[in-house]
């Protein structure tokens, strides 16, 4: 630079700073005290980091900083660094939200850093926001993970500072679902909801019509009364076009005012800020625009960005084109809400999301089917525990759920269950999904011991009997049923029903023995049935024991033994099983049939539910002589190949995307026939498909729905392909392109093939781009009948043609799709000598209903599903045990039982003593002509024993009481005329009569105190 050119950059600077603007080079006092200023465009600078809960690295890595060779991230860093940073000026501002970072770092400060942390909070210049363990997914996860991960993040907030988060900020999640935005949004009391990951053509559409903020009305049910501001980011999360990125490494040029030093670029940068901001609020109603100023494990050098905020808004100020001024989400939304403007509507939700024409991020509604499974099994389990928990009395020191909680929160986050992280994380919250089983487990079968000795539930700890029990059943592993029942020696199995019903299910036990006798817990002998294990379900469990047990068991069980259950609500039921010679009443072999020695067209179903096969084993005649349905259904399987990224456009599936490079059916090996098992309690059809799946399916007598067992894997690649396999059920059912799938198993959501119903779609990916997580189920009707699949794990699914249904249930992918993760999805598992890609194991269920009927089964046995009965093992000798333990129990009164059309979603006994009670409605409204009426449950039949003093309504997450949050919410306008609506809710609860009335869709959340109970509790 020539010395006439710094002369006039030199006359630029002092005619933009003025008197006193440090043109000396000393020091500068920036001026960063702007507030709103009307008439003005204001640019609200939101200072923020995105800090993964485990991604490239696992949680603790990114805390502490390890294992930066693979990403330089240090969360510590961040929040040792933000600490003397907004101490440096009282105007900056900071929101941070990964409680699971906030609370590992929290608990390690020393009184001094504690009290200024809570001054900055108290003040609004540090904000905690969305508030959760974790930024949850929301197309993979279940609505109740959501509940119970927020909880956790905003009871702490909550207890600790005495404050509420106030806005949802879910910005990196793939596609955001209706529940998110309405349960997780408007019943958590927030009052804005913000996010950037929706489809790329959408976005253009809203850009043009300034529709990028709305009203998300994401409930049918509650319509209005749970609407919610929505913001949706222009491009990112991060800092805005122009170069603005400030961390110590980042190349965005710095603003630099000192005029003794070279490179003075004050005016070049103000006018950069300034025509970013013209951009963006050429698309953004009213003069309200947000820079969010951050992004992935930014502000490790907190300074290092504040610095240059600091000068900008200065500048830009002084500059006077544009308002800039520190300021958080809550600040903005406020600023939004103060314009009085009416938003556009937005209903239903952001599924699929694509980021490009050939890039749907549709293939992680699969992706690591296994954790997926692992999740969810630990998440039913989680809601049993608590409950066995608060029966036994919650434990000061020794065993808790807590562990458990903590692990399934940080499965939530959106690079855990949705499978998009490194294997090695993946492993790490395996990891801790099973040290918090091991936990919960001990807990829960010292309460079934507590429970079971005195039958009461008053605080018990140290009982006598062992139970053991049995998490690896789904590789037909369980050493506690696998007994040489030696003579007057039976193995005891308690039953839990953590269901708020009465339920009756088939259980089924490996056993070693071929002469077993089942009785129940009045010494009745009860109906069994013995069918052999296959060869590659004990093939499974050996591969599997070696690998991850490390032992290998000599000896292998022989039988799964099949017998009825019938258990109480919130209780538990005890059934014997030995071993009798010769007795007439030993369990039923299954007979045997291979399709070959069966002549006529083969049938299975011994009781309402009937299915004939064709003899090819592939069509089959559904049909159940209550309803009076019948329809014909093929069910197969095939693999999309995976594009691999060398066409013309790159993009390869991976463990995000989903880009299928054409369709191969899997034909069924002929030389294979099928295996069929009959008896007393349930029908088998065995197939092998090909060398890589194996398929059971069963009827059950007592059961009206279709059960397919599916094994799938290794995926062979030795074709050089990966591969997508899904199964698909066709019908000839008219369907009219429409399919119904669940929103985090909550909502039924319509879907049209190749159609949005909000904007205008250009079909690029008539696969991918039709897919939609499925968490619950999926369903298609023809206005005669309804097909309904629910399953057992999180996974995606879509109706490719009229009268079909298909389901995603594994892949296996060699090639990483470029958003990230630089890891192909290519699950293997090694014992001791030999890798190989993963199997899983799973189930799907399937029924045919009248229209108008299928609600029915969906919501109650989707609950069953997601609640499996809970076994718990033991030994007696001798027929003693009656003589010491209670072989029944109920925690309600016995003549109780919660209505059909609610659950129980959570009870717990929290650290103060006080109980955590949230009770869900469970249909739509309109979705069953009886069902979705308002439901009452009696809490003194709920807790016959116990008196309640004190019965406090919450929010959904139990941080505030819910007249206040009700209250609080901001009422924002929406365009258009006013709905026509007649939303029913329970209305207040009166303590003397306390019953609860639940509307459609209802969830309320309670603290309750017993009249033994504990005073100061934080609600
Ligand atoms: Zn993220």
Redesign the pocket.
């Known amino acids: 630079m020539g010395p006439v050119r710094l002369a006039l950059l030199l006359a630029a600077a002092a005619v933009l700073l003025g008197p006193g603007g440090g043109a000396e080079g000393l020091y500068i006092p920036y001026n960063t005290s702007a507030g709103v200023v009307k008439g003005k465009l204001n640019v609200h600078v939101v200072p923020h980091t995105?800090?993964?809960v485990g991604?490239l690295k696992t949680v603790d890595q990114y805390y502490v900083g390890s294992n930066n060779s693979i990403q330089g991230a240090c969360v510590q860093n961040v929040l040792d660094s933000l600490v003397p940073a907004l101490l440096k000026d009282e105007n900056r501002k900071f929101i941070y939200v990964e409680q699971a970072f906030f609370q590992r770092w929290w608990r390690q400060q020393n009184d001094i850093i504690k009290d200024t942390i809570k001054g900055l909070l108290s003040s609004g210049r540090l904000e905690l926001i969305n508030g959760g363990m974790c930024?949850h997914d929301e197309a993979t996860v279940h609505y109740i993970d959501m509940i119970d991960q927020t909880t956790l993040g905003h009871r702490f907030i909550k207890e600790e500072f005495g404050l509420i988060p106030r806005i949802g900020w879910q910005?990196?999640?793939f596609g955001h679902s209706a529940v998110q935005a309405y349960l997780l949004g408007a019943e958590v009391g927030f009052d804005a909801f913000y996010f950037f990951r929706i489809d790329y053509q959408d976005r253009d559409t809203r850009k043009g019509t300034k529709e990028l903020e709305v009203i998300w009305r994401g409930s049918k049910t509650f319509g209005s009364s749970a609407d919610i501001f929505a913001g949706i980011f222009p491009k990112n999360y991060e800092p805005p076009p122009g170069e603005f990125y400030f961390e110590v490494d980042d190349d965005s040029p710095v603003v630099q005012d000192d005029p003794l030093l070279f490179d003075y670029n004050v005016e070049q940068r103000v006018n950069d800020f300034v025509a970013a901001a013209v951009a963006q609020a050429n698309i953004t109603r009213t003069n309200h625009i947000m820079f969010t100023m951050g992004t992935?494990f930014k502000y490790q050098y907190a300074e290092s960005w504040f610095r240059q905020m600091d000068k900008l808004i200065h500048y830009v100020n002084k500059d006077g084109r544009v308002n800039a001024l520190y300021s958080t989400p809550s600040i903005y939304t406020d600023a939004k809400f103060a314009s009085n403007e009416a938003w556009p509507l937005k209903t239903n939700d952001f599924f699929p999301y694509a980021d490009k024409p050939n890039a749907y991020w549709t293939g992680y509604f699969t992706s690591r089917p296994a954790l997926k499974q692992y999740v969810r099994m630990m998440s039913g389990y989680y809601l049993a525990a608590r409950q066995l928990e608060f029966f036994k009395g919650r434990s000061k020191s020794g065993l808790t759920t807590d562990s458990l909680g903590d692990a399934l929160a940080l499965a939530q986050?959106?690079?855990a269950v949705t499978g998009t992280e490194k294997q090695h994380v993946a492993n790490d919250y395996a990891k801790r999904l099973s040290i918090g089983y091991k936990k919960a487990e001990e807990l829960v079968s010292t309460s079934l011991a507590c429970l079971s000795e005195s039958g009461s539930k008053s605080r018990c700890s140290s009982p006598k009997t062992n139970f053991g029990q049995c998490p690896l059943l789904n590789i037909t592993y369980c050493p506690h049923s696998e007994l040489n029942f030696s003579p007057g020696k039976s193995l005891v199995v308690l039953v839990y029903n953590s269901l708020g019903w009465k339920r009756e299910d088939v259980l089924r036990i490996p056993v070693m023995s071929d002469s077993i006798v089942v009785h129940d817990s009045e010494g009745r002998e009860i109906e069994s049935q013995l069918l052999p294990i296959a060869n590659t379900s004990l093939y499974t469990r050996d591969k599997h024991v070696k690998a991850y047990l490390g032992a290998s068991s000599a000896a292998k069980p022989k039988f799964w033994l099949a017998f009825p259950a019938s258990v109480p609500p919130l209780g538990f039921n005890t059934y014997f099983v030995s071993s009798e010679k010769k007795s007439a009443s030993v369990s039923s072999p299954s007979s045997l049939y291979s399709q070959g020695s069966e002549n006529s067209n083969l049938q299975i179903g011994q009781g309402r539910l009937k299915l004939q096969y064709d003899a090819a084993v592939a069509l089959s005649l559904y049909s159940d002589s209550k309803t009076q349905v019948q329809a014909n259904f093929e069910q197969k399987y095939k693999y999309y190949i995976g594009q691999d990224g060398n066409g013309s456009d790159p993009q390869a599936s991976g463990a995000y995307i989903f880009r299928p490079n054409g369709t191969v059916p899997i034909n069924t090996d002929s030389q294979v026939h099928p295996t069929i098992l009959r008896g007393p309690i349930l029908d088998e059809v065995h197939r092998q498909i090909n060398s890589w799946i194996y398929q059971i399916t069963r009827v059950y007598k007592g059961k009206d729905y279709v059960e397919t067992e599916f094994i799938i894997g290794p995926i062979p690649i030795d074709d050089g392909n990966g591969k997508e396999l899904s199964t698909e059920i066709i019908t000839n059912m008219a369907t009219n392109r429409t399919f119904y799938t669940d929103s985090s198993g909550r909502d039924f959501i319509k879907r049209v093939r190749d159609y949005r119903s909000e904007w205008k779609i250009e079909v690029n990916q008539p696969i991918a781009g039709n897919y939609y997580p499925v968490n619950l189920g999926i369903y298609v009707e023809d206005g005669s009948k309804e097909l309904s699949v629910l399953v057992d794990r999180s996974v995606g699914g879509s109706s490719i043609k009229d009268g079909q249904i298909e389901l995603m249930l594994h892949r296996r992918l060699l090639h990483d799709d470029g958003r990230g993760v630089a890891e192909a999805l290519n699950e293997t598992v090694c014992s001791i000598d030999q890798c190989e890609g993963l199997v899983i194991e799973g189930k799907y269920y399937l029924k045919i209903d009248p229209q108008g009927e299928g609600a029915r089964w969906r919501r109650t046995f989707g609950q069953e599903i997601y609640s499996p009965l809970l076994l718990a093992f033991s030994e007696q000798d001798g027929g003693n045990w009656v003589n010491s333990h209670v072989p029944s129990f109920s925690a309600m009164d016995p003549t109780y039982s919660l209505p059909e059309n609610v659950a129980l979603l959570t009870l717990q006994e929290l650290e103060d003593g006080s109980v955590l009670l949230r009770l869900a409605h469970l249909y739509e409204a309109g979705e069953h002509k009886d069902l979705s009426a308002l439901a009452s449950v009696d809490l003194k039949r709920v807790f016959p024993d116990k008196k309640i003093s004190k019965i406090v309504e919450t929010s959904l997450s139990a941080n505030q009481e819910r007249a206040a949050m009700e209250k609080k919410r901001l009422k924002w306008k929406v365009e258009g005329p006013p709905p026509g609506e007649n939303v029913v809710r329970g209305g207040p609860v009166d303590p003397s009569k306390l019953v609860v009335n639940l509307g459609p869709m209802e969830i309320r959340t309670f603290i309750i105190s017993f009249d033994h109970g504990f005073t100061q509790h934080l609600i």
């Open positions: 995105h800090d993964d991604w930024m910005i990196d999640p992935d986050h959106h690079d």
